[in-house]
């Protein structure tokens, strides 16, 4: 299979006309071209929602994905939290079995909370505690530990909570954070503890105080929070240290767009083509130690096709794992 366009460089931070060949899933060549036309679309590699949700969006992982592709994401961050806590181990065994009958890139994680709350204030369907986050962290279908939502437990050195990070960090995973409104020596604490991420930053500030402390700001713009308009401007500060998420995308917000959208209205905002490309493409792959590809010889073949580069972008099409799954003009199957 042959796509010809502007190939958009993200590692080099350049654009040159050229045909990728897939074979195999892998994208074995790059040719460059010079009489590829002025209306050829541009290829770049595929947007990524750093942290998210499926059960939000009530659809099952392979039913999200195929709406998705559309919007031109090729994979997903997934914190199976919500399922979990009601199923327990089986509900995370169910959103991976159900992802592996799409084209589709997953990397799910184990939900440190679940319960998410004591007792004392809701009663949950499952419990999962520092044994079980340990078997789970050997998983090969485990990418990282969800968001640590018990920071008093961290800021504590609850030895339950410890035990839970430290199973991550002992298997090489990233481990997620969930700390609104920590800033200073808690911040610091917080982070610390191995903590790399958090997506519940509501104001610059606040996000500062994460970036100072070492971690990555997830900027969100979902269905329930929408934190870009206070963030955005760390794309310019701390371009290498953000990501974009939604949290949650409800099923409504999901058929209008996705990270895409994001991507638009940063464009629109006048910020760093690299830079919103980096944040959407690159780091989440770098910081979750995933290989899904960057447009690259060798790589993995996931990537879109767009009609320009403008803030009005429309994506044309979807490759994920060397087969075309979205194209405007026809209908394609995402099943594997």
Request: proline share 5%; aromatic share 6%; hydrophobic share 40%.
């Amino acid at each position: 299979m042959k796509h010809t366009g502007h190939i958009v460089d993200i590692l080099s931070r350049r654009i040159y006309d050229g045909e990728v060949t897939i074979a195999d899933g892998i994208i074995k060549r790059i040719t460059p071209k010079s009489d590829v036309p002025e209306r050829a679309p541009y290829l770049l590699p595929g947007f990524i929602d750093s942290h998210v949700h499926i059960e939000s969006s009530m659809m099952v992982p392979a039913e999200f994905a195929r709406v998705a592709v559309e919007q031109g994401t090729i994979g997903v961050i997934a914190d199976p939290h919500e399922i979990t806590n009601v199923l327990g181990n089986d509900g995370i065994n169910f959103m991976i079995s159900n992802g592996q009958h799409i084209r589709f890139n997953f990397c799910f994680g184990a939900p440190s909370c679940v319960p998410s709350c004591d007792a004392s204030i809701e009663t949950s369907g499952a419990h999962l505690d520092s044994h079980d986050i340990r078997s789970l962290m050997q998983r090969q279908e485990i990418g990282f530990l969800g968001e640590m939502m018990n920071y008093p437990g961290v800021l504590a050195n609850d030895l339950e909570v410890k035990a839970k990070i430290e199973a991550a960090l002992a298997n090489d995973k990233p481990v997620d954070g969930h700390a609104p409104g920590l800033q200073g020596q808690e911040r610091l604490t917080y982070a610390r503890a191995g903590i790399t991420t958090d997506h519940e930053c509501s104001s610059l500030e606040e996000a500062r105080a994460c970036i100072e402390a070492g971690m990555m700001v997830q900027i969100r713009e979902g269905s329930a929070a929408k934190n870009y308009e206070a963030l955005s401007p760390l794309l310019k500060e701390s371009p290498d240290r953000v990501m974009f998420c939604t949290d949650d995308c409800h099923p409504d917000d999901l058929i209008r767009g996705h990270i895409n959208r994001i991507v638009s209205r940063a464009l629109g905002d006048g910020y760093d083509l690299w830079d919103v490309l980096t944040a959407v493409c690159v780091t989440p792959q770098r910081h979750y130690h995933l290989s899904w590809g960057l447009l690259q010889e060798g790589d993995a073949a996931n990537f879109i096709s767009v009609d320009n580069l403008s803030p009005h972008f429309r994506v044309l099409s979807t490759v994920v794992k060397g087969k075309e799954v979205f194209n405007c003009n026809s209908y394609l199957s995402t099943i594997q």
